[in-house]
């Protein structure tokens, strides 16, 4: 099992907070990890803001996908401006968008399951580029 707190390096309090003074002391766009993007099972994840968190996550929902289905995926994008935004590009290995809308879906699944959802994902495929509105788990 991989361990994903381990996965993606922190940067100290310290750093962050030195960084934030350029920000008027606001950490919001400030990286929390020196990643810049990683490359997990295949797929190249990056994040707005280079937040430890979001390569977590998205490694998280990578992991939990079928090899058989995750290779159709070739990279995740997480606006962490927006909050659990995402975008998703498909390879041309997907042939139809029912194919593509029913992993998009399965992603959808896994983040309501476990975490609060995603406040959308956008998805890029053969320029017939689609999305899911955001959906948040009610408690």
């Not at 996965?7 to 929390?32: C, M, N, S």
């Amino acid at each position: 099992m991989i361990d994903l707190k381990t996965l993606v390096p922190l940067r100290t309090k310290e750093e962050i907070r030195r960084d934030a003074a350029g920000y008027g002391g606001d950490e919001e766009k400030v990286a929390t990890t020196s990643v810049k993007s990683l490359s997990f099972l295949g797929v190249e994840l990056t994040s707005r803001y280079n937040k430890a968190i979001d390569y977590q996550e998205m490694a998280s929902v990578i992991m939990k996908i079928h090899p058989d289905r995750r290779r159709h995926i070739s990279e995740m994008w997480c606006d962490s401006k927006a909050g659990r935004v995402y975008r998703v590009s498909m390879r041309a290995t997907i042939t139809s968008r029912d194919e593509a809308e029913g992993l998009a879906a399965l992603m959808e699944y896994i983040m309501l399951e476990d975490g609060p959802g995603h406040g959308g994902i956008y998805v890029k495929w053969q320029n017939k580029d689609f999305h899911l509105a955001g959906c948040w788990r009610k408690n």
